[in-house]
């Protein structure tokens, strides 16, 4: 609800919800901010508002089909558009078009949601351009993206632009702790996402309390029994890491590990977020130099970038690995 949305985003809320009171929408926004930040949920939050005749505010009603649709994914005149692999293709755009010639099932209304738009092909965003050019009735586009400096400016010029701001991590963690989520495992997520559901996703199941002890396992191998990292690589590290997502985040949270060894260094134990390792954090600390800490830190950010390049992901690791056992 917008309320909610209030809370982290306040400046975003605010606009669209004066938009809906005024019946003065526009025909298409563009989201633009980093991961997590509530753009997703912001864009379906709308497009329930705009489809839902059960309320006569702007919050929608959540109970009626169109309401009901719209959150689980299947109504009909809403479409979601994403990358198919590395990139957004014209040909998914020329798909949407095609929907959009149809009459709407219910009604005249229609709206399209596209994610990642930065990924869209120049084929793809030049057709797109045409569409925004041209609006067909009553039509409500949504581009989300986490790189704005690679949207066309033609397709920015024709859209209204709404920034998002991060949620603090401090606020995450309040958040995360309210729900439940422990401290330790709040203030890891801090640093992985700035979304308090997704937050909280990743800490079902324990997940993420799982994936620090397999890092930490890792980690611990690397620096005092060299001979056994690929052998916890390969038994316990890539069956749970499975999917490109989760190794991302495997990697993100080696990542943490090491900027907190180097915080550990320069005495600023308060930023630290292994909180609950400090004392292997002082004695990585006091083996590892500044210079090695930083070849580290640069090893793990070079294997993300491979990781999004599509590199195997076993290779990826195997030389990730090699690289922080070197001296």
Known sequence: MWEKLKETQPAVAKMLVNSLKKDRLAHAYLFEGPRGCGKKETAKVLAKSFFCTASSGPDPCLNCPDCKRIESGNHPDVHFIEAEGQSIKVDQIRHLKKEFSFRGVESSKKVYIVDDAEKMTPGAANSILKFLEEPDGEALAVLMTTQFHRI????????????????????????????????????????????????????????????????????????????????????????????????????????????????????????????????????????????????????????????????????????????????
Request: charged letters at 25%; proline letters at 3%; aromatic letters at 6%.
């Open 152 to 327: 066309l400016k033609t397709i920015v010029s024709r859209s209204q632009v709404l920034t998002f701001a991060p949620l603090s991590p401090e606020r995450l963690v309040g958040k995360l702790v309210e729900e439940g989520i422990s401290d330790t495992d709040a203030r890891t997520v801090s640093q992985i996402t700035y979304d308090l559901e997704e937050g909280i996703q990743l800490c079902s199941e324990n997940w993420i309390a799982q994936a620090r002890n397999k890092v930490i396992q890792l980690i611990d191998e690397v620096s005092m029994r060299p001979k056994y990292a690929f052998l916890t690589l390969q038994e316990v590290w890539m069956p749970f890491f499975k999917e490109k997502k989760d190794m991302q985040l495997g990697l993100d949270l080696f990542l943490i590990w090491y900027r907190d060894v180097l915080r550990m260094q320069v005495d600023q134990t308060d930023l630290i977020v292994y909180t609950d390792q400090k004392d292997k954090l002082q004695e990585q600390a006091l083996k590892l130099s500044q210079r090695k800490l930083g070849a580290n830190l640069q090893a793990v950010m070079d294997a993300k970038r491979k990781l999004d390049a599509n590199t195997a992901p076993q290779l990826l690791m195997e030389q990730l690995l090699l690289r922080l056992q070197e001296g």
